[in-house]
């Protein structure tokens, strides 16, 4: 099973709202990551965990807050955010920290801001 | 300079036909190479990685690196109309932290 998890596909949000996301892989994968894509760009890296510790944070503002509880589940908290904060949110994961080889993407969360 | 660099498109092939993508890189500590195909709407599927100098074939698939010329490129022969998506080229520099740079993505659209 190589499958990595995203609820929800899709998330309305106003500007005032707190939300999360959440991903799920049961590939025992050590390393799990939070990606942004908005429209017709690349995907961009936001967070990356390793063993359940934040490894990687790529000066993302603090309205946006990761959690990993456990080594299969990573959260992505939303507060405050604002409408150009609308994008795709992918969450991926693989083996180890680094092993791009074996990284697999979730079917991501498409939100909106209002 | 974009540390990852490619055209954006489109890049129309017809059916049957070679599709050539190319991608430029300017950390020359980049270790390792990938290619991801995301079709509208849905997340990336990596589809070939590449480590050393040379070519590297699976399926109709061949990617193509030169690290002398810091450039990798992707072959995809006998084109289908299901090729049609954006491909994105994405590089792991391991000094600059166990993270990939995607370039901007080459959409294909592969013509019947």
């Known amino acids: 099973d190589t499958e990595v998890t995203q609820t929800p596909k899709h998330l309305v949000m106003g500007m005032t709202n707190k939300k999360s996301l959440k991903c799920e892989q049961h590939?025992?994968?050590?390393?799990m990551y939070w990606y942004k894509q908005k429209a017709k760009k690349p995907p961009e890296l936001m967070f990356v965990?390793?063993?359940?510790?934040?490894?990687i944070n790529e000066s993302v503002p603090s309205r946006f807050s990761p959690e990993c509880p456990n080594s299969s589940l990573l959260n992505l908290h939303l507060h405050a955010l604002q409408p150009e904060d609308s994008a795709l949110y992918l969450c991926?994961?693989?083996?180890?920290?680094?092993?791009?080889?074996?990284?697999?993407f979730g079917p991501g969360t498409r939100l909106t801001v209002t | 300079q974009k540390e990852v660099e490619q055209n954006s498109g489109p890049l129309s092939v017809p059916e049957g036909a070679i599709a050539s993508l190319n991608c430029t890189y300017s950390?020359?500590?980049?270790?390792?190479f990938f290619w991801y195909r995301q079709y509208s709407g849905k997340s990336p599927e990596l589809i070939m990685s590449?480590?050393?100098?040379g070519d590297k074939e699976d399926g109709r698939f061949t990617a193509q690196l030169n690290k002398a010329s810091q450039y990798v490129s992707l072959l995809i022969r006998d084109s289908q109309p299901s090729d049609s998506a954006t491909y994105l080229c994405?590089?792991?520099?391991?000094?600059?932290?166990?993270?990939?740079?995607f370039g901007g993505g080459t959409r294909v659209l592969v013509k019947p």
């Open positions: 991926a994961s693989s083996q180890d920290l680094g092993s791009f080889d074996e990284q697999y």
């Open positions: 590939m025992g994968h050590r390393a």
């Open positions: 965990y390793s063993y359940e510790k934040l490894s």
């Open positions: 950390d020359r500590g980049s270790q390792s």
């Open positions: 590449i480590y050393s100098n």
């Open positions: 994405a590089v792991n520099v391991k000094a600059a932290g166990n993270k990939l740079t």
